[in-house]
């Protein structure tokens, strides 16, 4: 496939972060190997991407094509927002992109990306001062409770590997949200349970709980793959990734891909697809991997780095991130649900309930 044309291009990737220093250099070398194509680039900070997206191109303009994780993939589908690309799909397996990958993008049988890359959180740890991953909560738990120290996010998505851990399911097969009675309060319990401990830090500010771990002043973090540069430049030999800690099951992040969309008004759909094309292809991908630990979509990349192949193996056991629109109503009303636990110190089975409640009210379930 060849580039050509003008080209827009948005990425989310953090000023001066390894995520960047990737990005840049592979469209310098998709610039010498495009020579016809004007290729722009412009950084978005991720609060605001998706929703800047979302009203440009209703208003009819936007970039030709920008990179971010599935996390709204559905709702932009379903809003009329990205192009179908499903005359790629064959192109990608040709080009050895995971099928599971492929699936993650995929929406009622129709494609509408071109994956990059897997991405779920798991335990940063500096072996300087955790001699060995903790496996599973109890061991955590015996590890802040012997003096180590552990910052989280406080977040429903940072924790969420939990909820499954604890035999959790977040909705069964009708989009019900079913978190109330089948692990949710052993979940917000656990996360309680954590708080108390005062080798325990819950940080709204992930700037703040980033600089407590790099700063040496957390020996844990959950956190995902995008600040994995960043952290290797910190603690250098002394970093490892392991997935995070499960209990009666093992650990479920939510996985998601993160991948090039195509623009539903682009007029130049074919250079978008050429140059998002160029940039998951072996060379690319090779240099996220590297640069930036991105766990690659090709599986014609190898994975070198142990800290990288922890990310792979957290993803494996992961929970691919559904793209039905009763998720919509997860993020707000658990939001919620883990800052009245944490911050008011309510009851874990009386807000996992209400959180369920809400989540079925607002979904008509």
Known sequence: ????????????????????????????????AFPEANINVLQIPFDQIFNKFQTEVTNGGGPDLFIA???SLGSQVRAGLLADLSEYKGALEEA????????????????YAIPQSFKAVALFYNTEKVTAAPKTTEELLAAVKGGNTLVLNQSAYHNFGWLPAFGGSLMDASGKCVADTTGGA??????????AESNVTFSSDGGQA??????????????????????????????A???????????????????FYINANTANKAGAVALAMFLVNDESTKTFVDTAGHVPANTKVTIADPLVKGFADASATGFPRPQVPELDNFWGNFGDAVTKVLDGGADPATEITAACAAMNTANNK
């Open 210 to 239: 980033d600089s407590l771990f790099k700063e040496g002043k957390a020996d844990m973090i959950v956190n995902g793959p995008w600040v994995l540069g960043d952290y290797k430049t910190a603690l250098g030999d002394k970093l």
């Open 241 to 259: 990734v392991a997935p995070m800690p499960g209990a009666t099951n093992p650990a479920g992040p939510l996985t998601g891909v993160d991948g």
């Open 69 to 71: 994780p599935n996390d």
């Open 186 to 195: 052993e979940w917000l319990g656990f996360l309680k349970n954590l708080k």
């Open 1 to 32: 496939m060849k580039a050509t044309g003008d080209i827009t291009l948005w990425h989310a990737y953090s000023t001066g972060g390894s995520e960047e220093k990737a990005m840049t250099e592979v469209i310098e070398r998709a610039k010498a």
């Open 96 to 111: 050895g992109i995971a099928p599971n990958a492929i699936e993650g993008m995929t929406v009622d049988g129709k494609l």
